[in-house]
């Protein structure tokens, strides 16, 4: 049972052990029971000094993130505990010595716990972090004295505003450890530390008393200066970069106690900032995708997937490749022809080499991992391969005959499954008899970088294969997220009104810089006309006419990419779209693109009257995104995503909604379904059916009702998946 426990040894070393599986987060009953058995040991006689332990292979996760999910609901801070008398005071400050004994990881609060007690010992490669910012808010346990005080101010600064964590052996290096030891003397060596201090054979180091790492006052203020300004660019939506600083400051500045007082302060009033909602629901929305209804919880094991044959070499196909034997996969590449197949092992290699110049990949790494990959230009390598993944162009017949042939070509376990984005599976796999194999893997460019992994479901796709590639997604280091077929899925058939919203206010007369200049200040990393560009002009024309016949009467079409591929330009590839793009400097908005906007408006003809529309900034960026929440709501309506915080999690690391605003179902209900409603509605009669909200829509704001809400028991007969 979960709980505290304390053991007293001959030798007069008590050690505390925590027992809170999976991850020994510090909820209220484990700081208190620490709380408890602490002064206890203190008291007695017996005991000269204490140990802190984590049993089950980890010492802690941190303080129990369920809390701040209950302080959200509620608003009642109260519900936070007063830990810091506990680290500062019982411990930190205590007539007893204390050594934590460190296995697995500790992060936030349980770092912030190792780091109050007066050494610290680790097994090699424990995790040690304080990724609280991470969750909209700053360590609150003392962590933002503690760590500049044992690692110094710029490394200090470097893993709180980053959510950096170390490992052991670099922990050892910069003195946040003491000592290394394995994991059966783990125990052992901690505790002649602690007797060591006791008997004052080691130094008894206070953390909070001690100041020889932070350095001189001005140096401190420099590295403080730097690090506001890096803020101040990298998030400048998130208010906890800055607080985090704050109080780093008042403690240099003022003394560590001070330091503390500031730091409890602004940890209270965080933890109700929209922020923090917003990033610790993606937090438990993210680890909730694992759980599917039916695949997860009917005693189904994976099996393992060993070998698997990639049938395309391009963009998508040399990506999936890469992430496949990044992690040790073996990876048969199909093309056919060898001058095909040279080009997708290049796009492969150079994959790698991005990574290692990035020093995001080791060399020696990158070396095993391209030795997992084989070329192929016919199927006699699929005899044994575990899973297919198709990724070549979205031409139907094609991709049905692939079908046909890899179902002769492999086992019957294989897995068959197609990258395509916008394609019926089951049309895809029309010419198959195994209907209950096929899936879709359909990842998101690049696909070695980007961490969705939309698995697409037929009614007939068996819940072992769904299973096996979640699996094969998690090995990968990917976030499965189970969605249901239709045009599009759950990502791009959501987010299709974002670029048409776009696309149609610069119709109706908005400027498209000022348009993109918004959707980034939103918190999106780029605006949908520079998206445009990146991704090329040819995937804006290939998913035109697929959305347009899927979802007529509410799609909005022109003839500006057409305009712009006839005046020779393409977008980022050739330098020239609606940006300037030149090598080494930031993309610069191009005049000369605005007499081909300006003919393109000509013939699509929608500004009422033939004048420009006048709209606010707040009005640009909701006439974008209140679409894409209407279509979000068709989505769940349809059963196309299992539940609401699903399409969170996707919008986020799909199309990189900003995390902080808790993905785009999650921001809606915090902009309320009822404005959103009568918004679009009026929009709607202004400008016509693209705005039309939807019945979901309609029905939830008048019932007042969130969009995120569970759907009644009566609608879920609709559901898809
Ligand atoms: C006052 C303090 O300064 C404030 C804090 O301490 S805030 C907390 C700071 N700590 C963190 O942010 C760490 C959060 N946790 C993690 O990063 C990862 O869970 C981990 C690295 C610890 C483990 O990762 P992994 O092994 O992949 O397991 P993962 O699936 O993430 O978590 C396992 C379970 O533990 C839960 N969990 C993990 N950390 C938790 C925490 N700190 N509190 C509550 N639950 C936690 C997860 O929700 C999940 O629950 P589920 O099985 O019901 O879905």
Redesign the pocket.
């Known amino acids: 049972m979960a709980g505290v426990t304390m053991e007293v040894g001959n030798d007069g070393v008590a050690i505390i052990s925590i027992y809170n599986p ?2 020994n ?2 909820a209220i009953p484990i700081l208190n029971g620490i709380n408890q058995k602490f002064n206890e040991a203190v008291k007695r006689d017996d005991v000269k000094a204490v140990v802190i332990f984590g049993k089950g292979g ?1 010492f802690s ?6 809390v701040f999910g209950r302080v959200h609901q509620t608003g009642d801070v109260s519900l936070l505990p007063n ?1 810091i008398d506990l680290l500062v005071n019982t411990i930190g400050d205590s007539k007893k010595p204390a050594v934590a004994a460190i296995e697995g ?1 500790a ?4 770092l ?1 716990l190792a780091m109050a007690c007066h050494a610290r010992v680790a097994v090699p490669k424990a ?1 040690l972090g ?3 910012l ?2 909209g ?1 700053i ?3 003392g ?1 933002t004295q503690l760590l500049p005080r044992l690692v110094g101010l710029p490394k200090a600064i470097d893993m709180m505003l980053l959510s950096k964590s170390i490992q052991s052996e670099e922990g050892k290096k910069l003195g946040l450890i003491d000592e290394i030891a394995s994991s059966s003397e783990l125990l052992n060596v901690s505790r002649r530390w602690a007797l060591d201090i006791a008997e004052r054979r080691k130094p008894w180091l206070r953390t909070l008393h001690r100041t020889d790492k932070l350095g001189s006052l001005s140096e401190a203020r420099n590295v403080l200066k730097m690090a506001r300004q890096q803020a101040k660019k990298v998030a400048p939506n998130m208010p906890q970069h800055q607080a985090c600083l704050d109080a780093i400051e008042e403690g240099v500045v003022h003394g560590a106690y001070s330091g503390v007082l500031k730091e409890t302060k602004v ?1 209270n009033e965080l933890v109700l900032s929209d922020t923090s909602k917003g990033l610790v629901h993606i ?2 929305a993210q ?2 995708t ?2 599917v209804p039916n695949v997860t919880d009917v005693g189904l094991k994976p099996r393992p997937v060993k070998k698997v044959a990639v049938i395309g070499g391009g963009l998508m196909g040399s990506g999936i490749a890469t992430a496949l034997i990044l992690s040790n996969i073996v990876v048969v590449l199909k093309e056919i022809n060898s001058e095909y197949l040279q080009k997708g092992i290049k796009a492969i290699e150079g994959n790698l080499r991005g990574l290692v110049s990035r020093k995001k990949l080791a060399a020696d790494k990158a070396e095993k991992a391209l030795s997992m990959l084989k070329g192929a230009l016919d199927y006699s390598e699929f005899r044994d391969v575990d899973m297919v993944i198709e990724a070549v162009i979205e031409n139907i017949s094609l991709k049905q005959s692939i079908f046909s042939d890899i179902e002769k070509a492999c086992p019957p376990h294989c897995i068959l499954a197609t990258n395509t984005s916008t394609i019926d599976l089951n049309v895809v796999g029309e010419r198959t008899r195994s209907q209950d194999r096929i899936v879709g893997a359909h990842f998101f460019s690049p696909a070695h970088v980007m961490p969705l992994l939309e698995i697409v479901r037929t009614e007939k796709t068996s819940a072992q294969v769904i299973l096996d590639l979640m699996t094969v997604g998690k090995i990968i280091k990917k976030v499965p997220v189970i969605v249901g077929n239709c045009t599009g899925f759950a990502v791009n058939r959501a987010f299709f009104p974002y670029t048409q919203g776009a696309q149609y206010l610069l119709h109706m007369g908005v400027d498209p810089f000022r348009i993109d200049k918004l959707i980034s200040n939103f918190g999106l990393p780029m605006g949908p006309f520079q998206l445009q560009d990146v991704a090329g002009y040819g995937v804006a024309v290939a998913v035109k006419k697929i959305f347009e016949s899927a979802f007529a009467g509410r799609t909005f079409n022109s003839s500006l990419v057409d305009l712009l591929i006839k005046n020779g330009r393409h977008g980022k590839s050739n330098g020239k779209g609606y940006y300037i793009y030149e090598k080494g400097s930031q993309p610069k908005p191009d005049p000369s693109v605005l007499p081909i906007i300006e003919e393109s408006r000509k013939l699509a003809n929608v500004m009422p009257g033939g004048k420009a529309i006048t709209v606010s900034d707040k009005e640009i960026v909701e006439m974008i995104l209140f679409p894409v929440v209407n279509e979000s709501c068709r989505v769940l309506d349809e059963g196309i995503v299992i539940r609401a915080s699903d399409l969170d999690v996707a919008s986020v690391l799909g199309m990189s909604f900003p995390s902080y605003r808790g993905g785009v179902l999650f921001w809606a209900d915090t902009v309320g379904a009822d404005y959103i409603y009568k918004s679009l509605k009026k929009w709607s009669e202004s400008y016509g059916n693209f705005y039309k909200p939807s019945k979901y829509l309609e029905e939830r704001a008048t019932k007042g009702i969130p969009l995120s809400a569970p759907k009644s028991i009566a609608s879920a007969s609709k559901s898809r998946l």
């Open positions: 999976p991850v987060s510090l980890k996760g941190g303080f129990d993130i369920n830990a990881l992060l936030g609060g349980g912030e995790q304080l990724p609280e991470t969750l808010i360590p609150g346990f962590g940890f937090f438990f680890r909730t694992s759980k």
